[in-house]
């Protein structure tokens, strides 16, 4: 089955403490991003990758790092988290074709008190 | 550079129209269209490209007006099932299938 698999699905940590939240895709798609989603600001986006080895900022970017060794796979890393970095996250992938839909992963909650 | 929905929120009857609409200051090379329930994923709905035809299946279509860059979200006849967030996606020309998506529009549909 086409999926994004995001783990783990929900995540309580401490102020400080460095996580990752990892994204792997088994559609062969060269794009893969993460979003954050807060109540009331809909989908804002942290990261993208075109490609494996190439990613961007996108508009939230402060506070998260990403790699992309393999073009499965697209990590969010959480150096120092921060109470304001609770929140809904989720990965998404799309093929190199602007008929292509974005496909979101199932989400991780994050809590960081 | 999130593109703006408007209304935040409606409610209507089974069997009422709705309309969703998104805008953007930037020129766009395609609308996407998402719907999201409670505690779940984002579903895709549909593409609107530029130059492309308008959309739709079923009771749900799309429009995309390339010189306003503004993009609008039909619901016809409107279900229970119909009720969720619907959020547009917006992609610039050259952005690397990048897409930002909008606040959303909470959608309620009662009996």
């Known amino acids: 089955e086409a999926q994004v698999t995001q783990n783990p699905r929900y995540l309580i940590t401490v102020t400080g403490k460095k996580l990752t939240v990892t994204c792997s895709q088994n559609?062969?798609?060269?794009?893969m991003s993460w979003y954050r989603q807060d109540p009331g600001l809909g989908l804002r986006q942290i990261y993208y990758s075109m490609n494996v080895e190439v990613t961007d900022k996108g508009d939230v970017p402060e506070g998260y790092k990403v790699s992309r060794k393999e073009k499965r796979n697209f990590p969010l890393i959480l150096e120092s988290p921060s109470p304001n970095q609770t929140s809904l996250y989720f990965c998404a992938s799309r093929g190199q074709d602007y008929n292509s839909p974005l496909h979101f992963g199932n989400g991780t909650r994050l809590t960081v008190t | 550079q999130q593109p703006v929905q408007s209304p935040q929120a409606v409610i209507l009857r089974e069997g009422e129209d709705a309309v969703i609409n998104c805008s953007s200051s930037k020129a766009l090379y395609s609308v996407h269209w998402y719907r999201q329930k409670h505690g779940e994923a984002p579903v895709f709905l549909m593409i609107l490209l530029k130059g492309g035809e308008q959309k739709g299946h079923e009771k749900i279509s799309a429009s995309f007006n390339e010189k306003k860059q503004q993009s609008s979200l039909y619901l016809t006849a409107s279900q229970l099932s119909y009720s969720g967030t619907y959020f547009c996606g917006t992609e610039k020309a050259n952005s690397g299938y990048a897409l930002n998506f909008g606040k959303g529009t909470s959608l309620l549909v009662t009996p």
């Open positions: 559609m062969n798609h060269e794009y």
